[in-house]
């Protein structure tokens, strides 16, 4: 009978280790996918930083891009304001030399008919150039000034949507973190739990053998 009890507790026990040893093997089995769930996110997380630094180092590029288009049309801009003084100057020149003709000419009358006529030429040409100009001028600054807000926003939209993805991505990571922590305290004590069944395994053995060591003595006593 005592054997038999001994038999049948030892036998429990090692039931209860079976059963810790297939738990831990499943809690380090979901641990290992756990890590390569983290190993995964990591990857995104980097994958992530590097579309953002892309995205960064575009916007510099496209900065540069802008700053030379508003260089140029500050250039153009001066360039025009020189044609402009330019064309005054003209003017003024050619009617100082018009009236010194006015004044050789007798005939006031076909003078002054030249002047008007030759006035007229004179100022839609000088409109025309100054026009033409100022249209290459506007439009340059439209288009430089159209082309970085819609790059701009773009970048601004694409910065936002990679930002929510690097802290969801965080978030998760941290989850993560968390439950593999927790798999591992768990883990940590089903050893702790085994190693105490195996020293009491080890202990009722023991017993056993010095109970049924004694009970032989005393039957051959008997």
Do not use: C
Not at 103 to 118: A, E, F, I, K
Request: cysteine-free; proline content about 0%.
């Amino acid at each position: 009978n005592m054997d038999s009890m001994f038999e049948a507790y030892i036998n429990n026990l090692r039931r209860q280790l079976d059963g810790l040893g297939q738990e831990k093997l499943r809690l380090e089995s979901e641990l290992g996918n756990m890590q390569g769930l983290v190993e995964d996110f990591k990857n995104k997380y980097e994958d992530e930083i590097n579309k953002r630094t892309e995205m960064e180092n575009e916007f510099v590029l496209l900065k540069k891009d802008v700053d030379e288009a508003y260089m140029n049309k500050v250039q153009l801009e001066a360039r025009l304001e020189g044609l402009s003084d330019e064309i005054n100057f003209l003017r003024q020149l050619y009617e100082e030399e018009l009236r010194e003709l006015q004044s050789q000419v007798s005939d006031t009358s076909v003078v002054l008919s030249m002047d008007n006529n030759r006035n007229l030429d004179l100022d839609s040409i000088i409109a025309e150039v100054k026009a033409q100009y100022e249209d290459i001028a506007n439009k340059s600054r439209a288009e430089v000034e159209s082309m970085y807000q819609i790059k701009y926003q773009e970048l601004q939209a694409s910065a936002g949507r990679h930002g929510d993805d690097l802290r969801n991505t965080k978030n998760e990571i941290s989850e993560l973190t968390r439950y593999i922590t927790r798999l591992q305290s768990e883990i940590d004590a089903l050893k702790a739990q085994r190693a105490n069944l195996e020293a009491q395994i080890a202990e009722a053995e023991e017993r056993g053998e010095l109970a049924l060591k004694d009970a032989r003595a005393k039957l051959s006593e008997l």
